[in-house]
């Protein structure tokens, strides 16, 4: 298992070397990008079977990085895959 996240009462803190593989950026580029809001992440607990496992998902342009984590940071797994924007949507004008 790979342990690249610290699991705190104040949330996750991820490995940018981890996020940047998958996006093939350097871990200063993520940082820039997650400062500038280019890489999203959403956090999700689980529940019943998946108690005490968390899947994190990182958004950048089209792709995604998804993490699944336990309590003490090992990663079980992970994987990229195609998504919509991470953008939000523009409003018409009225």
């Known amino acids: ?3 690249s ?3 705190s009462e104040e949330g996750f803190v991820v490995d940018a070397a981890l ?3 998958a996006f093939r950026l350097s871990s200063d580029d993520v940082r820039e990008e997650m400062r500038k809001g280019q890489i999203t992440v ?3 607990t689980g529940i ?5 496992r968390w899947r994190l998902t ?8 998804r993490l699944i984590v336990n309590r003490d940071g090992d990663v079980l797994s992970q994987g990229t895959f195609p998504v919509g924007s991470n953008r939000p949507p ?3 004008a009225p």
Do not use: H, K, N, Y
């Not at 019943?48 to 005490?52: F, H, L, P, T, V």
């Open 90 to 92: 523009s409003r018409p």
């Open 48 to 52: 019943g079977r998946d108690e005490g």
């Open 5 to 7: 996240v610290t699991v």
């Open 1 to 3: 298992m790979i342990s």
């Open 19 to 21: 996020v940047g593989r």
């Open 42 to 44: 959403r956090s999700e």
């Open 58 to 65: 990182f958004v950048r342009d089209r792709r995604a990085l």
